[in-house]
């Protein structure tokens, strides 16, 4: 790829895009322009300061909005498209999954569309180096029972209205691929944690829920598995992607950290247990409580992420028990952050618990 170059981070303002943004700012001399329309889940807090840096640029728009992509990609002439932008949770695609449809499918289209206008529009060396990279999730292939891993040729079979909201969207991304011949990536990823992660995520959840004293709701018996990955390993499993993935394919990114929703939760409290002690001296484990499970809660996700350390040399730098350390850490020295939003529109409150919709 020739330098400089410029890349567009749709949903920058997010976990995982403000983590991308970091990254590249800090570690790269990529361009980086930030497209994020700021619903509850994005947060400017999380990103490096626009002001005085001639490296990095926010613009608050949707994605849905074509015409102001289409300008937007006009002006700021991209190299790179990273596409996160999205409705990313659940329990509140359970409660409400209109802004699902609207944001993950018809927000895709806008963007595939804008961006096959303009890369069909580009100089000739610049067209052939474009990618757009579709950023995704492990969940648009179901649930697996106690064995077996995900892979590339994992048949889709999504359950819930996220997941089948995000395999719509990867299908589209395909379909464009093989179509118009846009120089299109996707990436299929676990799930996720680390610092600037919202609070209604189960691992920021429940270290605040321990440090506020309440309960730590714990859905079924807490035995649902996830495969766990640390943020900064998902961003840098991105830009081997994207800088040297194979144009049309796609690659799934899991963390080897399979571990049990209670599980997780013991580790929390344990890790707490040692750096910021109850001041009865009891274990915060006494503050776990079982709740009623989330409606057609998947057993277990699991990823053979073989395809990306064979062909790009990618494998995750953190285990989780260093990851999760990491990340108990940065919420105790950034209360600022976490605080700001529980004063905002989220509470902390149970989601997803609807039967119906
Ligand atoms: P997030 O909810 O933290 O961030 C999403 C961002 O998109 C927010 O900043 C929000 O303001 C923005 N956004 C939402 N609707 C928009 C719209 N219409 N126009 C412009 N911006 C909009 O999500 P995340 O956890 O950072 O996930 C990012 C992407 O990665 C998503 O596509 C998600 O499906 C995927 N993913 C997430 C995980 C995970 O564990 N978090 C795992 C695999 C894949």
Redesign the pocket.
């Known amino acids: 790829m020739t330098s400089p170059h410029t890349i567009l981070i749709?949903?920058?303002?997010?976990?995982?895009?403000?983590a991308l943004a970091r990254h590249l700012v800090a570690d790269s001399d990529y361009r980086v322009v930030v497209?994020?329309?700021?619903?509850?889940?994005?947060?400017k807090a999380s990103l490096p300061a626009a002001e005085g840096n001639n490296r990095f640029e926010f613009v608050h728009?949707?994605?849905?909005d074509r015409a102001l992509v289409a300008d937007l990609l006009a002006e700021v002439r991209p190299d790179v498209i990273t596409?996160?932008?999205?409705?990313?949770?659940v329990d509140r695609s359970i409660d409400g999954p209109g802004a699902f449809i609207?944001?993950?499918i018809v927000?895709t289209f806008s963007m595939l569309s804008a961006a096959t206008d303009y890369w069909r529009g580009m100089e000739e060396t610049r067209k052939a180096q474009f990618r757009f990279h579709h950023?995704?999730?492990?969940?648009v292939f179901g649930a697996l029972g106690p064995e077996g891993f995900f892979t590339e040729e994992t048949a889709y079979d999504p359950r819930s209205p996220y997941s089948a909201s995000?395999a719509g969207s990867d299908h589209l991304v395909s379909a464009w691929h093989h179509t118009y011949g846009l120089p299109t990536l996707v990436t299929?990823?676990?799930?996720?944690?680390g610092p600037y992660?919202?609070p209604e995520?189960l691992i920021p959840l429940m270290i605040i829920k321990c440090l506020s004293g309440e309960a730590l709701p714990v859905y079924g018996r807490g035995d649902n598995v996830r495969d766990w990955l640390f943020v900064d390993d998902?961003v840098r499993a991105l830009r081997a992607v994207f800088e040297r993935g194979k144009v049309g394919d796609s690659y799934m990114i899991g963390g080897n950290s399979e571990r049990t929703n209670l599980q997780v939760v013991e580790v929390i409290c344990d890790t707490l247990d040692q750096l910021r002690p109850r001041a009865d001296g009891r274990s915060y484990r006494e503050q776990i409580n079982f709740v009623a499970d989330r409606p057609g809660h998947d057993f277990r996700y699991a990823i053979d992420a073989g395809k990306l350390k064979r062909e790009l040399g990618w494998q995750p730098a953190e285990s989780f028990e260093t990851g999760i350390a990491a990340t108990i850490r940065w919420y105790l020295d950034n209360e600022g952050w976490w605080r700001d939003i529980l004063s905002g529109s989220y509470r902390g409150e149970r989601l997803g618990a609807a039967v119906s919709v």
């Open positions: 749709t949903g920058g303002a997010g976990f995982i895009g403000s497209l994020d329309a700021l619903t509850y889940a994005g947060n728009g949707n994605i849905c596409h996160l932008a999205a409705e990313s949770h609207e944001t993950n927000g950023i995704s999730t492990d969940e995000k299929n990823c676990s799930n996720n944690y992660h919202f995520k998902h």
